[in-house]
């Protein structure tokens, strides 16, 4: 069974919203491209309870993928810890 992965999309308005997904691959190069393609893309599409989903880029805030994908877009800053 695949490991589960949770997105977390904080929108413009301050709206926020939860799913959770599958992993998509074991490859980091397919990780890595698929990625790249989404964040070159105007949208996030994501296929939900069998539909579409088609969040406007600019409508989103900041996105969350927890735990992070084994491979990370370039250049990602790591080793980060959240203070108050």
Do not use: C, W
Request: hydrophobic share 45%.
């Amino acid at each position: 069974m695949k490991a589960l992965k949770h997105l977390y999309l904080y929108f413009q308005d301050g709206q926020r919203l939860i799913m959770r997904f599958p992993e998509q691959s074991d490859d980091p190069v397919v990780i890595a491209r698929a990625l790249r393609k989404q964040l070159e893309s105007p949208f996030l599409s994501i296929a939900v309870n069998g539909d579409l989903l088609m969040i406007p880029r600019e409508s989103i805030k900041y996105l969350q993928i927890s735990p992070a994908p084994s491979s990370l877009p370039e250049p990602t800053l790591v080793g980060a810890v959240l203070v108050d």
